[in-house]
């Protein structure tokens, strides 16, 4: 059986832009990570990832493909994308076509929460399952699906928004005007909003660093009932959309990452614990509800595996 | 080409049992509806099954097998029944196993909103879809998923339960202790017992009959302003599940029938306001809100059709 071959995965964040070359679930070599906002527009960046593409090429042989993940909606098939979340200056760019015709390497690009899903299913904490969501916990909340043993992406390439599912049908206004859209509940703000709030009706004033999901762990540990009452209201909303997930698609695992993700039992507890009173038999029986394996690293391992896929190579675990 | 053959279709419901030789997507041959209460458990119903499929055999040549569509939880794949809801007496009955031994039949089993679901994508108004969510409003709620140009059954076959996603992370409790249910809210007597309370509201004594949602419908389209918002709440809590599949699938449609979508425009209108004005572009630009084609026949339909495929037949619309 062959080896898998190299690949290079590139994760284009809010914040920087991390380049490294994988191999099955590691990254090998990852060049210095340069911030998103060094760049305006596409093509520096392009330039930038044309000459770490050549860097990484010339000192690592036989690297098969390039994929890259980012933080907003993509056509995976024409590889266009269409708008970055906090990226200004990319409105229907043909990346795809412009990075793979300037490196001679397959390129696929793809939605970085979906990355994280790939990276999970094909060589983290999903392994060898036919149907598993994904969710990743942070300033935002993203998601993926895989069912009937494929990505599913839908008629744009667009699914796996679970950040933007209902909780509350009369709930807060999300980003698109959709009301109790998750995220405006559990994202990384709206955590520390509502510690804040539920400390001082405590009679505790807090600072909202205070209230970070990081230092609302620590004050958990602690055995701080606020912080311990918060987890489990996290726990209670987010095992809500979980919920949807698992009544539409009655997976076999949920995966969950992302820096919330980080408090662990903490989260997992009230999470699972809220999710199994609220299913019936044939959802909950198997059910899974995994911490990821995968880091920051995920958007690089998950799109550098793409790469190899699109490039007709099998992915072995 | 060969021309499509015939298959039987049977629906067994709460009510009543249909059987009918469907062609394509018509029940060209219906036996006399039997009450479902008539049968003591399963084996006095599978008499009566072979009974009639043997009947129909015997007046329709090339009949290539026989679907099975049922209220309640399948394992599609060994075709054992592990419950039925409002009929007893079924508990892990190996249903396709005793029926295709008697019959010498391909036999196929599956879940009644499956039934629908599928008569809709290969024959109904989701024909020539990948991506699809079905969804049957009645007394209960249920649905089917299409993905990817397959029915998306999941772990363990029971994927599709739109009824039973929450739309109020602390709302009414299901019957499954799962709080917020679809079902709570829009099923036939909730929507009666919600419009009761609003026409009492507004000054008028109504009995549960007069609020049916057929009666709601006649009242609506003679202008009643209360049965006009009741469809409009109606539409805003059907329209925050239907949101959530959106979000999670990106399908290219949603079908809705059942007996509640028979108020046609008076729901659809009000459902597709509140639907388009909660999701992001991707989600909406192509999105169709269909009507479904079919109606009582759709479980004989689709169960027929699925047994077509099960025989290695391909389905042709």
């Avoid at 795809?96 to 790939?118: F, G, H, Q």
């Avoid at 049908?169 to 520390?192: C, D, F, H, S, V």
Wanted: glycine residues 14%; hydrophobic residues 40%.
């Amino acid at each position: 059986m062959p080896d898998t071959p190299l690949a290079i995965g590139v994760d284009i964040g809010g914040t920087s832009i991390k380049i490294g070359v994988v191999y099955r679930s590691n990254v090998i070599e990852q060049t210095k990570p340069a911030p998103t906002q060094d760049f305006d527009g596409p093509e520096p960046l392009i330039d930038h990832l044309v000459d770490s593409v050549e860097e990484l090429c010339s000192r690592h042989r036989g690297i098969a493909g390039v994929g890259v993940g980012v933080p907003g909606f993509v056509d995976f098939e024409s590889g266009v994308v269409h708008n970055l979340t906090n990226v200004p200056g990319w409105e229907n760019y043909r990346l795809k076509e412009v990075l793979s015709e300037r490196i001679k390497l397959p390129v696929i690009v793809d939605n970085d929460a979906n990355c994280m899903t790939y990276a999970e299913w094909k060589r983290g904490a999903g392994r060898g399952l036919n149907h598993l969501v994904a969710i990743t916990l942070g300033t935002g909340v993203g998601g993926g699906v895989v069912a009937n043993g494929a990505m599913i992406r839908g008629a744009r390439f667009a699914a796996g928004e679970v950040g933007q599912m209902t909780i509350d049908w009369k709930g807060r206004t999300g980003q698109y005007n959709n009301l109790g859209a998750l995220e405006e509940y559990i994202g990384n703000e709206e955590i520390a909003v509502l510690a804040q709030r539920v400390y001082k009706e405590a009679g505790q004033e807090m600072t909202l660093d205070d209230c970070s999901p990081a230092k609302l762990s620590i004050a958990a540990h602690k055995g701080d009932k606020v912080a311990l009452e918060l987890w489990d209201l996290v726990g209670a909303k987010l095992g809500s959309a979980v919920m949807n997930c698992c009544w539409l698609l009655n997976p076999q695992a949920v995966v969950i990452g992302g820096g919330v993700a980080k408090a662990g039992d903490l989260l997992f507890g009230p999470l699972t614990a809220h999710l199994y009173s609220q299913l019936s038999g044939p959802f909950k029986e198997h059910l899974m509800v995994l911490p990821a394996r995968f880091g920051n690293e995920a958007g690089m391992i998950g799109a550098a595996a793409q790469s190899l896929e699109a490039a007709g190579i099998a992915i072995l675990p």
